[in-house]
Nanobody
Framework: VQLQASGGGLMQPGDSLTLSCAAS????????MGWFRQAPGKEREFVAA????????SYADSVNGRFTISRDNSENMVYLRMSSLKPEDTAVYSC???????????????????WGQGTQVTVSS
């Protein structure tokens, strides 16, 4: 499985932005998918996750109510809609895919097997 994240950019506080992640290869092995981010000098942190059907989602407290994760299984895509962006949202955002059929999602990076390369999001006035 290969994951390709895109859509990052330089934004102003309060702006909205949608990140995309395209999955290819043996996509039938993918169950849940997630977004993580890593700011300079900080550890990678969980942002959002979505179940295989898309009916169940999970968010970090820091983004809950501002970010929305969604997926289109027919296109093998997952999205992260980010609204009301803040400077503290600045980070490299990576998408990830999990293959554990017992889970609806994962919130730690060890629960994910496949990772995309990341896309930079910078929020600054």
């Amino acid at each position: 499985v290969q994951l390709q994240a895109s859509g990052g950019g330089l934004m102003q506080p309060g702006d909205s932005l949608t990140l995309s992640c395209a999955a290819s290869g043996r996509t039938s092995s993918i169950y849940y998918m997630g977004w993580f981010r890593q700011a300079p000098g900080k550890e990678r942190e969980f942002v959002a996750a979505i179940s295989r059907s898309g009916s169940s989602t999970s968010y970090a407290d820091s983004v809950n109510g501002r970010f929305t994760i969604s997926r289109d299984n027919s296109e093998n895509m997952v999205y992260l809609r980010m609204s009301s962006l803040k400077p503290e949202d600045t980070a490299v955002y990576s998408c990830a895919a999990g293959v554990d059929s017992r889970r609806n999602w994962g919130t730690t990076d060890r629960e994910y097997v496949y990772w995309g390369q990341g896309t930079q999001v910078t929020v600054s006035s």
